[in-house]
């Protein structure tokens, strides 16, 4: 019986000395890479370009940064997700001095598909815009009074040239999978219409 305790106690000391040592290694282990994976997490920040946490994909703002600056002066007047053959793209349409452009960003990368004058286009199909396209902000404002009507995820949206001013137009997809227009006046948030 003497000799079945002690072989007892003889495997618990040596199991719980190796449950020390396995706890001690990886803490060694991680004390030493900490300096070095932050050093790499640093470098990373600085040469990757930033993702979105959920999906590893460019968000729509990191896209429009890169659109505003392959078009000089440009100011974004619509935008639309797609998603195809499992790769997102934005398409997005803008104005500076020089014309009206459309360019597609691959939303992975953020490398540009296509780009193109549409100026010609776009006179002779009679197509206005307002006077003044105003800023991102604004769009961002009226993007929410429109998601708060109709929530969903917005898959289109295009300002207008409305009676009483800039109007932008979104189009949601909703939780049920259906699509909705909204008609917000910029500005003022107001809803103008839903469909």
């Known amino acids: 019986m003497k000799s079945v305790n002690f072989k007892l106690r003889q495997f618990m000391v040596a199991a719980l000395a190796v449950a020390i040592i396995a706890c001690e290694k ?6 030493a890479q900490a300096p070095a994976d932050s050093q790499q997490s640093a470098d990373q920040q600085q040469t990757a370009a930033p993702e979105t946490p959920s999906t590893g994909q460019l968000d729509r703002g990191q896209i429009e940064e890169i659109a505003q600056k392959e078009i000089s002066g440009g100011k974004i007047f619509e935008g639309q997700v797609e998603h195809e053959n499992g790769m997102v793209t934005y398409e ?3 104005r500076n001095e020089s014309g009206i452009f459309e360019i597609e960003i691959n939303a992975a990368n953020g490398e540009i598909i296509e780009r193109e004058d549409v100026t010609a286009q776009f006179e002779s199909e009679g197509k206005t815009l307002p006077a003044e396209i105003p800023d ?3 769009r961002d404002a009226a993007e ?4 708060a009507t109709t929530p969903g995820e917005t898959i289109e949206w295009k300002l207008k040239d409305g009676d009483s001013g800039p109007v932008y137009s979104f189009t949601i997809r909703t939780n049920d999978g259906s699509s909705r227009k909204v008609r917000i006046a910029a500005g003022t948030n107001e809803v103008i219409s839903q469909e």
Do not use: I, K, Y
């Not at 990886?26 to 004390?31: L, N, W």
């Not at 929410?144 to 998601?147: H, K, P, T």
């Open 26 to 31: 990886p803490q060694q282990e991680s004390a």
């Open 92 to 94: 997005l349409g803008l």
């Open 136 to 138: 991102l902000t604004v």
């Open 144 to 147: 929410q009074a429109a998601l």
